[in-house]
C-alpha cells in the first residue's frame, strides 16, 4: 500500500507507515499505530520551524465516541491519494483518504487530508459511518477530538480569534465584532478555549494556527464546535466533530468539521496573512462571477404607510430599480421579501416558493426583460431551510436568478447542517456554478458564522437601515469599524457590506447626514459592496457623487479582488484616521482607501502601510487623477493628508525605489 502523488509544489507518499506531504511551504507526518494516525512532524519549510519537538502522547490524532481514553485497535484498510477540487467548490489540490476499520467499535472512519501546492497550510476532515451493531454511548460530557499537534509550548503564547453573529443588535460603538485574546505567560497546565474560530501559538516571529471550519461564533456555540485545548503533556487539540454520536449512523458516512493546520512566520501580520491566504485557497473567488456591486430592496422600509421591506418586492418598485441601477453602476437587482407573497401579507406561509400573481401577473417576465435590456443581473431572497430545491431551480430557469441570499435558517443539528448544505451544493452544481449564495449571519442563532460554506458565495454581514428596528439604524462609523475588524482575518470581498441613503436615516439615531454619500460607498469599496435600499428613492445630487466613484472603483475592481485587504490606521470609532490597504502579492503596488473620520481634528496623519518598504511611494487619486510622491520610513510609515474631517481618499499605490 504505497502512494506517491504530485501537483505543482504539493507532494504526498505512504510507505506503509509513514504519510507525509507537503504544500511547498509546510510538511506535515502522520506515522500509522494500528490505532490510527498519529502527528510526529510539522515544520514551516519557509523558516524551517519545526513544532514537533516532542513524541506524541497519543496513539491518533482523533478519538472515538465512547472510547476517548482507550486506545482502539484499528484496521488500515486502503489509503488512496488524487488530484481534486471537490467537484469546483475549492482550489486544485492532492486529496488523500485513509479508509480504517474499527471493529471493536463498530465503526469505520475515513481520514481525509487536502493538500494545496504553494499553501501555507492543509485541511483534514473525518467521515464516520456505524456499522449494523453500532450503539453510540450516552455520554453528555464527552466532546471528540478532530486534530492534533505534539507541540512543545515552551515560552511560546496563544492568540485566540473569534467574530460574533447577531449583527441586527451588535450596532453600538462599545460592541465589537471581533473578538481577540493573547496569553503570553508560559502554559503551565491545560487550557481551554471555547469561543474562539482559531488558536494561534506563537514564538518569536513564527506561529502555527489550528482553525475549525465551522459556524461557531463568539457569542454562540453553534452544533458541536468543541473547543481548543493546549496542555504542556500533549500538544494542542481541536476537539468537537460537529457530529454527535448520535447521529452517526449506518446508511452513510458523515462529515466533521473541517480543521485547518497552517503555518506563518513574521509576527501579527504574517498571521493575518496567512489566514487570508489560506481562505482564499480554500474558497476561491471567480472574477467573472463573484466580483459585483449588489442592490436588495429591503433595506429603505420606514414606518410609513407604504414602505414595508414586502411592499418594495413588487414588479413596478422593481423595474423602476433595475433602471435606476444601472445609470448608478450596479451589477446586480437582488429582490428580497414579498415577491413571494400578496400585497397585503403581514407573514409569509408558501406552498409553492414562486412569485405571487398579484405581483408578478406575468410571472418574472417583464423583469427579465428590463434587466437584460438594461445589463443588470437579478438575485432573489429566500429562507434557507423552506424553500425546496425544485423551487430554487424553477426560480433559477424562469427569472435567471444568480445571486441568492438564504435567510432564517436555524442549524441546530447535523441533518440540519447536512440538509443544507447538500440542497445548496446540488442548486450550484445543477447551474454549472452559475449561481451563489449570500449567507445571512445577523441573528444569534447558529447560522453559517465566518469559517464555514464560503464555497458556496459571499456572507451577508448585517442590516443596516434609515429608521427601524432602532438597533440597525445605519452608522457610518459603526459599518467602517465592522468592516474594518472583519477584514483583519477574513478575505473582505467574501462579505457584503452595506451602504445607506444618508438622507433618508434617523438624526436622532445616527450623524449619517454629516457625511456625503461618497463616503458612504466608499467603505464597501475593498469588501462586496450592497446598496441595501431602493436606490431610485436618491436625489439627483447624490447620484452624481455615486457614478463616478462606481466608475472609478469598477476600473479597478479587478486587481482589488486579487489582492489581500487589511485594516490600516486605528480602529474607526468615529474620530480616528483609518482605512484598507490591499496588498498585491508579488507586486509593488496596491490600493489605499484612506478615512478621515468626522469628529477628527487631525489634518494630517502618519499610517503603518503593510509589506510597504522602500524610498517612497506613488499615490495615484483615482477620482481625480492626482499623482504625488510620499517617503517611506522605516516600518512602512507613511503621512497621508485629508483636509476636511468625514472626507476620504481612494488611491492606487506603486513602491518607487533608489
Known sequence: MRVDESLGAARVTFDGQRLTATTGEMRREWVWTGKGLVTTTLVNLSSGRSWCAKSPAYACDWTLPGLEGEDVVGQLVALWAREGDDEGFTSP?????????????????????????????????????GREAYCYP???????????????????????LGLHNNTQRRNDAHLDILHEATVDRPLAGPEWCDWCSAL?????????????????????????TGFFKCDPATGVDSAGWGLLPQEIDDTRYRGSWGSWCLVYSGGPDERELALKRFGRIRYPVDLARDAYIMANTWGSGTRRPGERGRDFASEEIVLREIDSQADLGIDVQQIDDGWQTPPDAENWTCERWLPHPERYPEGWRRVVERAREKGVTLGLWAPATAISLEDLQANYEQGGFRYYKLDFARLQSRDEIDALMSKVRAFVRAAGHQVRINWDVTEPSPRYGYFFAREYGLLYLENRKPVIPPTTVYRPHTVLRDAWQVSKYINLNKVQISVQNVDRVDRERSDAALHSHAYCVAITLMAAPLFFQLTQLYSAAARDQIRPLLAAYKAHRDPIYRGTV?????????????????????????????????????????????????T?????????????????????????????????RFYRYAVRRG
Open 616 to 648: 517612497e511611494i506613488e499615490l495615484h487619486n483615482l477620482l481625480t487623477g492626482e499623482r504625488a510622491r510620499a517617503p517611506v520610513e522605516q516600518g512602512g510609515w507613511v503621512r497621508f493628508e485629508i483636509g476636511a474631517p468625514a472626507d476620504f
Open 200 to 224: 494561534c501559538i506563537e514564538e518569536g516571529p513564527e506561529g502555527l494556527a489550528l482553525v475549525k471550519e465551522s459556524h461557531k461564533c463568539v457569542n454562540q456555540p453553534g452544533h458541536d
Open 138 to 160: 450516552h455520554r453528555a460530557d464527552a466532546t471528540l477530538r478532530l486534530d492534533h499537534v505534539p507541540v512543545a509550548f515552551g515560552r511560546a503564547r496563544r492568540h485566540m
Open 93 to 129: 489540490h492532492i486529496e488523500v483518504v485513509a479508509e480504517i476499520a474499527y471493529p471493536a467499535a463498530e465503526m469505520d472512519v475515513h481520514f481525509m487530508l487536502w493538500v494545496y501546492p504553494d499553501s501555507p497550510g492543509m485541511r483534514t476532515r473525518l467521515w464516520v459511518r
Open 566 to 614: 487589511f485594516p490600516i490606521g486605528a480602529k474607526p470609532d468615529n474620530a480616528s484616521w483609518t482605512g484598507f490597504q490591499c496588498f498585491l502579492p508579488g507586486q509593488e503596488e496596491g490600493y489605499l482607501t484612506l478615512f478621515r473620520e468626522l469628529y477628527n481634528d487631525q489634518p494630517e496623519t502618519r499610517m503603518r502601510l503593510r509589506f510597504v518598504s522602500g
